[in-house]
């Protein structure tokens, strides 16, 4: 489950019973913690951004931008068995830094941390640069950085063999070593100066252009996918798996988890009303400005009944934001050649393109069912929209339904990340 505080999106911040302000109490993310490891769930996630907020997020109160990891080692104190997926950026820190920081997490936490490698959509001039790094760049930094935090990550003690305190440390095989890394981006001499741990620390990935995949099937174990549709993870699952074998692993090496956008109430009219009022404050011009952002198309001067077809759209520029979000899009006018306004409030320029349930707990699993006995998914996870109570009804219900289904355990079996998700 998501911990970016999406119940609070749109006009929803706005609700007398939001919690908003309990966005800067730690306790509110502690007892979401809690709840979610109740529920045995595999982890709770946190997405990040080092940039200025999304252009929905800049119109609500602040305090959704504090740092993931920091906040997953306070989580790491209340909760026990729980994996914390946290998201950091390679593009724009140093592999030691990383490595460092999350192997302290995962230390803190007994092997409960989990990487999500992002390289970043924005934030560029907050590191001195003017134009973010192509795509291409910003990969072939995170596989390095990957490659270095790796190398680091072995070079330290991973304190499972005995201490021969008579022996003393000379001639250990957990004598930190230096790696003495020289590669493209990064210097490293290493090793790194701090306690490793002996379970495998998850790695995730977002980001799923052709490069994104490639990235995704050389190092992933999970990738937090962006699927509007059950076509679109069927595809992306069945190009993962091809991908990852193609590099020696193993077909279900990355398993892929879509983002579940729920806007859920005790029926399908509330629900559809709760989705309505969280959205009835973004204006045409904005969800306008957000294609263009998106694209660089500018569909301001069309009637909104007008139909956009494939031949209307520009080439796909090298220089996009996110690849993965523009091919969605340009995916979605070519299979429905959908009107102006049927677009703009498509979950495509709307939303971040993820899967969406408007209605019922009970709808939200069929729909889970459906997607999982498909082979559309290995996991996913939970994003709620609109309301606390959207949220409270999700982890109510969600998790206990698909546990009587025996989709999800009835009780943790393992004591780390790595064993919830079947690593070895
Ligand atoms: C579903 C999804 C979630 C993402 N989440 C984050 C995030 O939390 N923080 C971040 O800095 N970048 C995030 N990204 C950006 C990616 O890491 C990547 O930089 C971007 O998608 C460009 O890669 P692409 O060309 O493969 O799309 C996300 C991308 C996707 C598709």
């Known amino acids: 489950m998501t911990l970016a505080p999406t119940w609070l999106s749109g006009e929803a911040w706005r609700r007398e019973d939001s919690a908003v302000e309990r966005l800067s109490d730690p306790r509110f ?17 946190r997405p990040d951004s080092l940039g200025a907020p999304p252009a929905g997020m800049a119109r609500r109160p602040g305090g959704s931008g504090s740092d993931p990891t920091l906040l997953m080692t306070l989580l790491a104190g209340h909760t026990s068995r729980i994996g914390l997926l946290t998201t950091a950026s390679t593009t724009f820190f140093p592999p030691y830094i990383l490595a460092r920081a999350l192997m302290t997490l995962h230390w803190l936490s007994g092997g409960r941390a989990g990487w999500n490698i992002v390289t970043s959509l924005d ?157 009835a404050g973004t204006s045409r011009a904005q969800k306008l400005a957000k294609l263009t952002s998106m694209i660089g198309l500018d569909l301001s001067g069309w009637n909104g009944a007008r139909r956009i077809t494939a031949s209307d759209l520009p080439p796909l520029d090298a220089a996009l934001r996110s690849r993965t979000h523009a091919e969605l899009l340009y995916r979605k006018v070519a299979r429905s050649e959908p009107s102006v306004d049927e677009l703009l409030d498509a979950p495509e320029v709307l939303g971040s393109a993820h899967w969406q349930v408007i209605g019922t707990p009970g709808q939200a699993v069929d729909a889970i069912r459906d997607w999982a006995d498909a082979g559309a998914l ?40 790595a064993g919830h998700l079947g690593l070895g």
Not at 31 to 41: G, K
Not at 392 to 417: G, N, V
């Open 29 to 45: 993310f502690i007892e979401l913690a809690q709840r979610a490891e109740a529920a045995h769930l595999d982890f709770v996630f």
């Open 123 to 279: 934030g560029q001039r907050n590191f001195g640069l003017e134009q973010m790094p192509s795509a291409e760049e910003r990969y072939a930094r995170a596989a390095e950085a990957v490659q270095v935090i790796r190398a680091l990550w072995d070079s330290c003690p991973t304190g499972a063999a005995p201490i021969d305190r008579a022996a003393g440390l000379d001639g250990s095989a957990t004598l930190p070593a230096a790696i003495a890394h020289k590669g493209t981006y990064y210097q490293v001499e290493g090793p790194l100066a701090a306690l490793g741990h002996p379970a495998p620390l998850p790695l995730f990935q977002a980001g799923a252009s052709h490069v994104g995949r490639g990235f995704a099937a050389a190092i992933a174990d999970g990738t937090f996918a962006a699927c509007p549709d059950k076509d679109a993870a069927l595809a992306l699952r069945a190009d993962l798996r091809r991908r990852a074998v193609a590099r020696g692993r193993a077909a279900d090496a990355v398993r892929v988890m879509p983002g579940l956008s729920l806007f859920l109430a005790a029926s399908e009219t509330e629900a559809r009303e709760l989705y309505r009022e969280t959205h």
């Open 378 to 417: 290995d996991g996913l996870i939970l994003f709620p929209g609109g309301s606390v109570g959207c949220l409270d009804l999700a982890l109510s219900t969600i998790p206990a339904a698909l546990a009587e289904d025996r989709r999800l355990r009835e009780d943790y079996e393992s004591e780390c990340f």
